[in-house]
């Protein structure tokens, strides 16, 4: 099992950037596929973005294209997801989650994920 800690959420205005974290312990880092998912009030959980072990491969859903980066640190156990050009559409909680198993190196199914965090609001005003 691994314990996740988000962090970095906040409130920002449209056009704006947030950084969030994502602080794994439990389990050797570099052996985790990592990713981000958010939910938005009244919709499901959507996949974000995803990220390879050692950070080679990433993944992003279409509508966050050239506008969030994911990125990791394996030193500090800890992922990263940069948001930039930030639009309220982007508003939601927003999850780090951890994959355990398996031999693909990056993943956008929530289901093939295996620990999740408590989540952090991002809030975008327009």
């Known amino acids: 099992q691994v314990q996740l800690v988000e962090s970095g959420g906040g409130l920002v205005q449209a056009g704006g950037s947030l950084r969030l974290s994502c602080a794994a312990s439990?389990?050797?880092?570099?052996?985790?596929?990592m990713g981000w998912f958010r939910q938005a009030p009244g919709k499901e959980r959507e996949f974000v973005a995803t990220i390879s072990r050692y950070g080679g491969s990433t993944d992003y859903t279409d509508s966050v294209k050239g506008r969030f980066a994911i990125s990791r640190d394996n030193a500090k156990n800890t992922v990263y997801l940069q948001m930039n050009s930030l639009k309220s559409e982007d508003t939601a909680v927003y999850y780090c989650?951890?994959?355990?198993?398996?031999?693909?190196?990056?993943?956008?199914?929530?289901?093939?994920?295996?620990?999740w965090g408590q989540g952090t609001q991002v809030t975008v005003s327009s």
């Open positions: 439990g389990r050797t880092f570099s052996s985790i596929i």
């Open positions: 989650a951890a994959k355990l198993f398996g031999l693909t190196d990056t993943s956008r199914k929530s289901t093939e994920y295996d620990s």
